[in-house]
């Protein structure tokens, strides 16, 4: 059964401590990985995709990497609007169906000024 | 442009009555998805539509869960006989490669 696994579960940094975000996995085969950014009332935001390990994606502060067991989120200098629920997900290869997401739990970014 | 909708954005209905969710993809997207969020769960699939194909129903809790996908378009998810373990936010998702974006999702409340 896929798996995803998303540690620490709170995480509050103050304004421009930089951190990691973790999301460890068991799947299948690996189709793709999805990080996505949740604020409180909203549906999920896509942020990134990742197919391979190796592989990395940045946007503004956020970069995320990829290996073969785990994902990381890494923030650099955060700021406050960067407080959300960071959620990760993974899609299986080769399912009869193969595109539906298996999200881990999330974990629940607060940065303070 | 336009996002994916969700209608209605709340909805409170009591023990036992049926209820109707409805989603609008964006357009153009072949793929059409509805997971459920509860508190402090993270999110689960429910159904997935592809295009013309059979839908996957293996996420469906019961067979109370059913969805229909008219036109290639619009989704309505109905639960019927609702129960309190039901209450939870209702979120739809579509796509046209493998990145899937949400709608805000429908909030229901069984009383």
């Known amino acids: 059964e896929d798996q995803v696994t998303q540690s620490p579960e709170a995480l509050r940094l103050q304004e421009g401590e930089s951190s990691s975000l973790n999301c460890s996995y068991t799947?299948?085969?690996?189709?793709?990985l999805f990080w996505y950014r949740q604020d409180p009332g909203k549906g999920p935001e896509f942020l990134f995709t990742?197919?391979?390990a190796g592989e990395e994606k940045e946007k503004e502060r956020l970069k995320a990497t990829l290996t073969k067991k785990e994902s990381f989120l890494h923030i650099t200098a955060p700021k406050p609007e960067d407080s959300a629920t960071y959620l990760c997900a993974v899609q299986a290869r080769g399912t009869e169906y193969g595109n539906k997401l298996v999200f881990g739990a999330g974990t629940i970014l607060r940065v303070k000024s | 442009g336009a996002g994916v909708s969700q209608s209605p954005s709340n909805k409170v209905t009591e023990k036992g009555k049926d209820v109707e969710l409805r989603c609008d993809p964006i357009?153009?997207?072949?793929?059409l998805y509805w997971y459920r969020q509860s508190l402090g769960q993270g999110l689960e699939f429910l159904i997935y539509?592809?295009?013309?194909?059979?839908?996957?129903k293996s996420g469906l809790p019961s067979d109370r869960f059913s969805a229909e996908r008219t036109g290639g378009s619009v989704s309505t998810l109905t639960i019927q006989r609702t129960q309190q373990e039901d209450s939870a936010v209702y979120l739809c998702?579509?796509?046209?490669?493998?990145?899937?974006?949400f709608g805000p999702g429908t909030r229901l409340t069984v009383t």
């Open positions: 539509f592809q295009g013309n194909s059979a839908p996957d």
């Open positions: 357009s153009g997207h072949t793929a």
């Open positions: 990742l197919y391979s």
């Open positions: 998702a579509s796509s046209l490669e493998s990145e899937q974006y």
């Open positions: 799947v299948s085969g690996l189709r793709g």
